[in-house]
């Protein structure tokens, strides 16, 4: 090709190029204001508060540098939010993603009612989580609830579960899980249903137990399904709030704080205290934990495959 | 209307295993829904009955419900609900669809930093955005008149990255070839993403609408922060704040809790096939 024709081809593309630049940021202008404004320009706004003893109700904020920030690694209310966030996560993530799994596969064996039973276990994650902590409140209740009844028929104690330090956080997160566990059933069934048959066939033709099938050909072929679950899994947790409130109405986080998670505490000091600044560097530390953990899933977790 | 069964591994070969699966399997619903169960149970008993410990009311009642439905504003929380569920969802699907379509489909400069820049708004926690959303809020005085109000309460949601990342990923499976025609027929570029390329990802929408609507309509955290009025009060948080202030009246908490949820059955009901679809559309696109 010579350079003449070269540029002749080339004018009328770059003006379909020029044509479609034009028309691409005439579509994108408005979502890109609103991502810059509702979505960065807010993170920017959060970081910079962290910096003030800010509160919406005084006139004056003044400047203090890092002192939130150090102040943060001295709250020991903090600490105790953290230490229960960091619990909330690896009891819910798991613990859903084991059940999720488990029942995913023996659906995956039936025939008839799968659709059917599939709903069923799906309708906790539909359920409005306002509504469903106010029933996980009756049916825990200590002196009145079905649990209890349950267990003196089992002539086991009743007990304290939501007024108790000790079990408040391990009801709460029972709770998480119940609502989450439908969706991971429906995950890993979709995972299970992309694996291809002829690699069990291939596997029982040399001999393979259903055990070694599972450990050899199904987990290994699910890890993008099971990434994806840790990951937004993790996301979520990390950021527990409506249940927590809801648990505990008259006592957020309670008892004792046993149940305070970073979001809880961080609402709590925002709109209660009304210590904008000293929140805000709490959800920076918060967004920060979050950006580490799911760096270091995503780099330790994926696994690459060939078969 | 369910879709087809999976069917991976093999089916277990003898019946004593078949009828063990079922048995596990209908227990652990069982389990799943023992909940729903109780609190429909407890919204049917009279006070009296609350703390006999029985599973079935003895004298059914609906006192409770005529009572929730007398002392609160129910009828207009669960309209606020619609409402914002309703507005938001279309401005996700029509934003979304025309952010996605135009990432998958057109070629410019800045292409792949816009839409790293769009995902990389997911990792933003929301407990840090509310406090600058709040003051923003407040300091454009958004929340003394009632549509100002309502759009503090939508704004935040209007468009998700999440659905940019989803609908992105199915409008790149579209053929070009399609849009080249609808070029040449003489269509504007806003006619061709309108009329020839949104019809043919009606499913990925479909999905899309169903959980933008449902996070919408479930929102508790920024709904509680920036509503003020309680007339303007959504449906979770009219039930927190009735059931808060209901001490031990369960029966009237759970005829609340009740109210709340069977709207949403009543969706999952008819949207069942489309919600499941959609997440698997997602765990796989994802």
Do not use: C
């Given at each position: 090709?010579?350079?003449?024709?070269?540029a002749?081809?080339?004018?009328?593309?770059?003006?379909?190029?020029?044509r479609?630049?034009?028309?691409?940021y005439?579509?994108?202008?408005?979502?890109?204001?609103?991502?810059?404004?509702?979505?960065?320009?807010?993170?920017?706004?959060?970081?910079?508060?962290?910096?003030?003893?800010?509160?919406?109700?005084?006139?004056?904020?003044?400047?203090?540098?890092?002192?939130?920030?150090?102040?943060?690694?001295?709250?020991?209310?903090?600490?105790?939010?953290?230490?229960?966030?960091?619990?909330?996560?690896?009891?819910?993530?798991?613990?859903?993603?084991?059940?999720?799994?488990?029942?995913?596969?023996?659906?995956?064996?039936?025939?008839?009612?799968?659709?059917?039973?599939?709903?069923?276990?799906?309708?906790?994650?539909?359920?409005?989580?306002?509504?469903?902590?106010?029933?996980?409140?009756?049916?825990?209740?200590?002196q009145?609830?079905?649990?209890?009844?349950?267990?003196?028929?089992?002539?086991?104690?009743?007990?304290?579960?939501?007024?108790?330090?000790?079990?408040?956080?391990?009801?709460?997160?029972?709770?998480?899980?119940?609502?989450?566990?439908?969706?991971?059933?429906?995950?890993?069934?979709?995972?299970?249903?992309?694996?291809?048959?002829?690699?069990?066939?291939?596997?029982?033709?040399?001999?393979?137990?259903?055990?070694?099938?599972?450990?050899g050909?199904?987990?290994?072929?699910l890890?993008?399904?099971?990434?994806?679950?840790?990951?937004?899994?993790?996301?979520?947790?990390?950021?527990?709030?409506?249940?927590?409130?809801?648990?505990?109405?008259?006592?957020?986080?309670?008892?004792?704080?046993?149940?305070?998670?970073?979001?809880?505490?961080?609402?709590q000091?925002?709109?209660?205290?009304?210590?904008?600044?000293?929140?805000?560097?709490?959800?920076?530390?918060?967004?920060?934990?979050?950006?580490?953990?799911?760096?270091?899933?995503?780099?330790?977790?994926?696994?690459?495959?060939?078969? | 209307?369910t879709?087809?069964?999976i069917?991976?591994?093999?089916?277990?070969?003898?019946?004593?295993?078949?009828?063990?699966?079922?048995?596990?399997?209908?227990?652990?619903?069982?389990?799943?829904?023992?909940?729903?169960?109780?609190?429909?149970?407890?919204?049917?008993k009279?006070?009296?009955?609350?703390?006999?410990?029985?599973?079935?009311?003895?004298?059914?009642?609906?006192?409770?419900?005529?009572?929730?439905?007398?002392?609160?504003?129910?009828?207009?929380?669960?309209?606020?609900?619609?409402?914002?569920a309703?507005?938001?969802?279309?401005?996700?699907?029509?934003?979304?669809?025309?952010?996605?379509y135009?990432?998958?489909?057109?070629?410019f400069?800045?292409?792949?930093?816009?839409?790293?820049?769009?995902?990389?708004?997911?990792?933003?926690?929301?407990?840090?955005?509310?406090?600058?959303?709040?003051?923003?809020?407040?300091?454009?005085?958004?929340?003394?008149?009632?549509?100002?109000?309502y759009?503090?309460?939508?704004?935040?949601?209007?468009?998700?990255?999440?659905?940019?990342?989803?609908?992105?990923?199915f409008?790149?499976?579209?053929?070009?070839?399609?849009?080249?025609?609808?070029r040449?027929?003489?269509l504007?570029?806003?006619?061709?993403f309108?009329?020839?390329?949104?019809?043919?990802?009606?499913?990925?929408?479909?999905?899309?609408?169903?959980?933008?609507?449902?996070g919408?309509?479930?929102?508790?955290l920024?709904?509680?922060?920036?509503?003020?009025?309680?007339?303007?009060?959504t449906?979770?948080?009219?039930?927190?704040?009735?059931?808060?202030?209901?001490?031990?009246?369960?029966?009237?908490?759970?005829?609340?809790?009740?109210?709340?949820?069977?709207?949403?059955?009543i969706?999952?009901?008819?949207?069942?096939?489309?919600?499941i679809?959609?997440?698997?559309?997602?765990?796989?696109?994802?």
């Amino acid at each position: 090709m010579t350079a003449t024709s070269a540029a002749q081809s080339r004018r009328p593309r770059l003006n379909i190029r020029q044509r479609q630049t034009l028309t691409a940021y005439t579509f994108l202008a408005v979502p890109l204001l609103f991502f810059l404004i509702v979505r960065l320009l807010p993170t920017l706004v959060a970081f910079r508060l962290s910096l003030f003893r800010y509160s919406i109700l005084r006139p004056e904020q003044p400047f203090l540098g890092f002192a939130n920030y150090l102040r943060l690694a001295q709250d020991e209310t903090f600490h105790r939010a953290l230490v229960n966030t960091g619990l909330y996560t690896l009891i819910t993530v798991p613990v859903q993603i084991a059940l999720g799994l488990l029942i995913a596969l023996l659906l995956s064996r039936v025939r008839r009612f799968q659709g059917l039973l599939r709903a069923l276990y799906f309708l906790p994650y539909v359920t409005p989580v306002v509504a469903a902590a106010w029933v996980w409140q009756w049916l825990f209740s200590p002196q009145f609830g079905p649990v209890n009844t349950f267990l003196v028929w089992l002539h086991i104690p009743p007990q304290n579960f939501l007024n108790s330090p000790a079990q408040a956080l391990p009801v709460t997160a029972a709770l998480v899980v119940w609502q989450n566990l439908g969706f991971q059933i429906v995950l890993f069934l979709a995972g299970l249903a992309g694996i291809p048959r002829s690699l069990y066939e291939a596997a029982e033709l040399d001999g393979a137990s259903a055990w070694q099938l599972f450990w050899g050909v199904t987990w290994p072929l699910l890890n993008p399904t099971v990434v994806f679950s840790v990951v937004t899994g993790t996301i979520a947790s990390l950021q527990l709030f409506t249940q927590i409130v809801n648990l505990n109405f008259t006592d957020q986080g309670g008892p004792l704080g046993s149940t305070l998670s970073v979001a809880v505490y961080i609402y709590q000091l925002a709109f209660g205290r009304y210590e904008m600044g000293y929140a805000s560097a709490m959800t920076v530390a918060l967004f920060v934990i979050i950006l580490l953990i799911t760096l270091f899933q995503l780099r330790f977790l994926t696994r690459r495959f060939e078969y | 209307m369910t879709t087809p069964p999976i069917l991976q591994p093999p089916a277990p070969a003898t019946p004593i295993t078949r009828i063990l699966l079922y048995l596990f399997l209908f227990i652990g619903a069982a389990l799943t829904l023992f909940p729903f169960a109780w609190m429909l149970l407890t919204s049917l008993k009279p006070f009296a009955e609350l703390f006999d410990l029985g599973f079935f009311p003895h004298a059914p009642t609906t006192a409770n419900y005529s009572q929730v439905l007398g002392q609160t504003a129910y009828l207009r929380w669960f309209l606020n609900s619609l409402l914002v569920a309703g507005l938001t969802t279309l401005s996700v699907l029509f934003f979304d669809a025309l952010v996605g379509y135009t990432l998958a489909k057109f070629e410019f400069p800045g292409k792949q930093l816009i839409f790293l820049v769009i995902l990389a708004t997911l990792m933003i926690p929301t407990e840090m955005l509310i406090i600058p959303w709040y003051v923003g809020v407040v300091k454009l005085k958004l929340t003394l008149t009632d549509p100002g109000a309502y759009f503090s309460v939508m704004f935040p949601g209007l468009m998700s990255a999440f659905g940019v990342f989803l609908m992105r990923q199915f409008f790149e499976t579209l053929p070009n070839d399609l849009l080249e025609a609808a070029r040449i027929d003489g269509l504007s570029e806003f006619q061709i993403f309108r009329k020839v390329a949104m019809p043919l990802v009606r499913p990925a929408l479909a999905s899309l609408a169903i959980f933008t609507f449902l996070g919408n309509y479930n929102a508790f955290l920024w709904p509680l922060i920036v509503i003020q009025n309680s007339d303007l009060r959504t449906l979770p948080l009219g039930v927190a704040l009735f059931s808060g202030e209901a001490g031990t009246q369960w029966g009237l908490i759970m005829a609340a809790s009740s109210l709340a949820v069977i709207p949403v059955l009543i969706v999952f009901a008819v949207f069942q096939k489309q919600i499941i679809e959609g997440i698997v559309l997602t765990g796989m696109k994802g």
